[in-house]
């Protein structure tokens, strides 16, 4: 079965403008989360999405935001854009979410934001 | 929130030998404990994971081992090679609001010497 799917790749902004990046699931996982990954610091989690529902949030500002639709596919958005937003941007889905079973991450999107 | 140290940060280690990461969590409800290889330019995998009602698991190569009492857990690779170059990351799951959240480490680069 086909995996998750993040568009686009790669992309740069400038500072103030907006972005939006897409993840589509594997087939039936109905849990997308969202992590911010920067050299040194790991995995951050922004958040996690299940059946439309935003089920839990990180410690991020609220220009980070997201969604989810009916189909699972999920988007997060991020307004303003400041020169620290430059990362790695991964999702992962997973079957039931609970974080007690495999995620299954995507290739990610790489924002510059110049 | 659960608070997740990974040690070390990076580590280097001739082909043959074993290597070990240690982790360490702050939250005693944390019942899951992943762990993920990513490979330069690649997404993060799951290599192997342990809940909390077992202290020690294997698959191959790789072990897991969780001392509950302490909220540490561990990651043993034998006879590494230089496939096993990677950065691991490991996580744990711990409750958060009516969900649960996986919160990650900063991650180990582990290079293997010929």
């Known amino acids: 079965k086909a995996g998750v799917t993040q568009t686009p790749r790669y992309l740069i902004k400038t500072r103030g403008q907006q972005v939006t990046l897409s993840c589509s699931p594997i087939s039936g996982h109905r849990s997308v989360s969202w992590y911010q990954q920067t050299p040194g610091q790991g995995l951050q989690f922004l958040f996690e999405?299940?059946?439309?529902?935003?089920?839990n949030k990180g410690n991020f500002p609220g220009r980070f935001s997201g969604r989810q639709f009916s189909n699972s596919r999920s988007e997060m958005n991020v307004s303003t854009l400041e020169l620290g937003d430059s990362a790695l941007y991964l999702c992962a889905s997973n079957l039931a979410g609970g974080y007690t079973g495999e995620l299954f991450f995507g290739e990610g999107s790489r924002l510059t934001v110049l | 929130g659960e608070n997740v140290e990974q040690h070390p940060s990076t580590l280097s280690v001739q082909e043959g030998d074993s290597a070990v990461i240690k982790c360490t969590y702050s939250?005693?409800?944390?019942?899951?404990f992943p762990w993920y290889k990513q490979e330069l330019g690649k997404r993060p995998q799951l290599i192997i994971d342990i809940r909390s009602n077992v202290g020690e698991k294997k698959d191959q190569r790789i072990a897991v081992t969780l001392n509950k009492t302490a909220k540490h857990f561990s990651l043993h690779i034998t006879e590494t090679q230089p496939e096993d170059s990677a950065v691991y990351f490991c996580?744990?799951?711990?409750?958060?609001?009516?969900?649960?959240?996986?919160?990650f480490g900063s991650g180990t680069q582990l290079t293997v010497l010929p």
């Open positions: 996580a744990a799951s711990s409750p958060s609001g009516s969900a649960r959240q996986l919160t």
């Open positions: 999405y299940f059946s439309e529902t935003q089920r």
């Open positions: 939250d005693s409800a944390s019942n899951y």
